[in-house]
C-alpha cells in the first residue's frame, strides 16, 4: 500500500512564503511524476506544478517565478516552496503522484490528504 502525506500548510500573511513537503511511503518500485495541485473553495482542483525526472518543471501560469517545485528521490519526497504568496492563493494544496507499486505491477496515480494554505492579512 502506497500512501502520501502532505505537511507544512498554515496560515501566511500576504508576501509570505511556506514550503510543502509530501513523503511517499509503503510498497515504492519507481517514483515517475510528482505534482502538487490545489482546490480552492467553490472551483476545480487545478494543477499547480509537476516535476519528472530528466524534464524541466512545470507550472500553471499564476505561480510562475513565485512556487519552485523539487523533489529527493532518495527520501521519496517532493517539496513545494511558495514565495509571495496571495490571497488567491487560498486553496487546499494535495500531492500526487505516479507511482509503480513494484517492478511487475503498472504505475497508478496516488493523492495525499491535503494540506490547507491560507493567505490572509
Known amino acids: 500500500q502506497v500512501q502520501l502525506v502532505e505537511s507544512g500548510g498554515g496560515l501566511v500573511h500576504p508576501g509570505g512564503s511556506l514550503r510543502l513537503s509530501c513523503a511517499a511511503s509503503?510498497?515504492?518500485?519507481?517514483?515517475?511524476?510528482m505534482s502538487w495541485y490545489r482546490q480552492a473553495p467553490g472551483k476545480q482542483r487545478e494543477l499547480v506544478a509537476d516535476?519528472?525526472?530528466?524534464?524541466?518543471?512545470n507550472y500553471v501560469d499564476s505561480v510562475k517565478g513565485r512556487f519552485t517545485i523539487s523533489r529527493d528521490n532518495t527520501k521519496n519526497m517532493v517539496y513545494l516552496q511558495m514565495n509571495s504568496l496571495k490571497p488567491e492563493d487560498t486553496a487546499v494544496y494535495y500531492c500526487?503522484?505516479?507511482?509503480?507499486?513494484?517492478?511487475?505491477?503498472?504505475?497508478?496515480?496516488?493523492w495525499g490528504q491535503g494540506t490547507q494554505v491560507t493567505v490572509s492579512s
Open positions: 500526487s503522484a505516479l507511482i509503480r507499486a513494484s517492478l511487475v505491477t503498472s504505475a497508478s496515480t496516488y
Open positions: 509503503g510498497s515504492i518500485g519507481g517514483i515517475y511524476s
Open positions: 516535476i519528472v525526472p530528466g524534464r524541466s518543471a
